[in-house]
């Protein structure tokens, strides 16, 4: 399977800060990579998907890049409802797999 | 609109099965290229995939869980129902079902359902 390990596992930011997100494969996963956002209690929210695609309704200060290995989330200026745990998630190959995440904190 | 919501017990001994059911709206398991799909995240760890069911009942499930895992859909009645079977402690777990969007991702989730097993 593919191994997708992310970092840092956690980033301290301030609001209006830009944080930056890494995603890196063991083996080419293409662009299909996604990125979802969750907050404690709730389910998994898409973000990005095929890299840099935004899913419907989510704000543009989110930007995802990369193919490949390795791929970056981006959040231009941090708002307080930003944070939260971010994972990415291959479907390149079998089985689809998840990041361990990481983790926004203010 | 589109809505997910597990339903299914909360506590199961293990060795026994577990049955969980997706009820959902907004879509058609009856539409060309839909697929509803479980995924689970241990208390405090990442998600992991289990399984998907598409519109013309073509299954999918992780091959490390394929032999304890069955996935059904009744179109009828917009339901999916996942089975695993020999329940373990480290199969406690939220239990989650969503939407699939461009094969393997997914788009809309349940609110989830936390399973615990326990003698």
């Known amino acids: 399977e593919v191994v997708l390990t992310q970092s840092p596992a956690t980033l301290s930011l301030s609001p209006g800060e830009r944080a930056t997100l890494s995603c890196r494969a063991s083996q080419s996963v293409s662009s299909f990579l996604a990125w979802y956002q969750q907050k404690p209690g709730q389910a998994p929210r898409l973000l990005i998907y095929?890299?840099?695609n935004r899913a419907t309704g989510i704000p543009a200060r989110f930007s995802g890049s990369g193919s490949g290995t390795d791929f970056t989330l981006t959040i231009s200026s941090l708002e307080p409802e930003d944070f939260a745990v971010y994972y990415c998630q291959q479907r390149s190959n079998w089985p689809p797999t998840f990041g361990p995440g990481t983790k926004v904190e203010i | 609109q589109i809505t997910l919501k597990e339903s299914g017990p909360t506590l199961v001994k293990p060795t026994q099965t577990l049955t969980l059911t997706c009820t959902f709206s907004g879509f058609s398991l009856r539409s060309s290229g839909v697929g509803v799909g479980w995924i689970r995240q241990s208390p405090g760890k990442a998600l992991e995939w289990l399984a998907l069911?598409?519109?013309?009942?073509?299954?999918r499930y992780s091959p490390f869980l394929k032999s304890r895992l069955t996935i059904t859909k009744d179109t009828s009645k917009n339901q999916v129902v996942l089975t695993m079977t020999n329940m373990d402690a480290v199969d406690t777990a939220t239990y989650y079902c969503?939407?699939?969007?461009?094969?393997?991702?997914?788009?809309?989730w349940g609110q989830g359902a936390l399973v615990t097993v326990s003698s």
């Open positions: 095929n890299a840099s």
């Open positions: 969503a939407h699939s969007f461009r094969g393997y991702f997914f788009d809309y």
């Open positions: 069911i598409y519109w013309d009942d073509d299954k």
